[in-house]
């Protein structure tokens, strides 16, 4: 069964550092492999998706992430943070293969960003 | 375009007494899934629907269903509710639930008192 470990519950930066966050999956099968940011009193949003494609997955909100097959790895990072960037992202799995909606969601890094 | 939207965004039931939740998911999308958030278990995910057919079902007691309608909106019912099942209910949306992103609604804050 696949499963995300997202380690780090909680990262604090200083406005302008690189922001870092770090996930790591166990799939059976090609993943797809999702980040989203959640603001407070708000849903998931997308940031970004890995579909099998560029490893390099650019995203929404000078985000990136890459997807290193050997280290079963997806960490998201942006060059330098913003006050705005603080919230809670969760990195995610879908669960097997074909056309089924199953996340998978580690437990999720809350990002402090310090002025 | 508008996005997902789910109704009502606040909810405060007794324990015991049943809950109805509505979303309606993007225009054209087909697959609608739910999903539980709490501080403790974080998300995990109820159910997905597509074409009206449940596709996909976690780990929750039966109390825990939903269905979905032609115009692919769709319900989440929880019956005899416990303290437990107060939590955030996040609805998603996509064309296919496959290698698409899956948009979120702003979820269904549930409190049991």
């Known amino acids: 069964a696949q499963s995300v470990t997202q380690l780090g519950s909680h990262v604090s930066v200083s406005e302008g550092a690189l922001v870092l966050l770090r996930c790591n999956y166990s799939?059976?099968?090609?993943?797809?492999l999702f980040w989203y940011v959640q603001y407070p009193n708000q849903g998931l949003q997308l940031l970004l998706k890995?579909?099998?494609?560029?490893?390099l997955v650019k995203g929404i909100n000078g985000f990136e992430a890459e997807f290193k097959k050997s280290e079963t790895s997806f960490h998201l990072t942006k060059p330098s943070a913003h006050m705005s960037d603080a919230a809670e992202y969760f990195c995610?799995?879908?669960?097997?293969?074909?056309?089924?909606?199953?996340?998978?969601f580690g437990q999720g890094t809350t990002l402090q960003v310090k002025p | 375009k508008a996005g997902v939207t789910q109704t009502p965004r606040y909810l405060i039931k007794t324990r015991g007494q049943q809950v109805t939740l509505s979303c309606s998911p993007i225009?054209?999308?087909?697959?609608v899934s739910w999903y539980q958030q709490t501080p403790g278990q974080g998300l995990q995910f109820l159910f997905e629907?597509?074409?009206?057919?449940?596709?996909n079902k976690g780990n929750f007691p039966g109390r825990f269903s939903g269905r979905q309608f032609s115009n692919s909106r769709s319900e989440m019912n929880v019956s005899t509710l416990e303290l437990g099942d107060s939590a955030l209910y996040l609805c998603?949306?996509?064309?296919?639930?496959?290698?698409?992103?899956?948009?979120f609604g702003s979820g269904t804050r549930l409190t049991v008192v």
């Open positions: 799939s059976s099968v090609p993943p797809y």
């Open positions: 890995y579909t099998s494609a560029a490893t």
């Open positions: 995610a799995v879908r669960e097997g293969s074909g056309n089924t909606g199953k996340l998978i």
């Open positions: 998603a949306s996509s064309l296919e639930g496959s290698s698409d992103g899956y948009t």
């Open positions: 629907y597509f074409s009206e057919t449940q596709r």
């Open positions: 225009s054209g999308h087909r697959s």
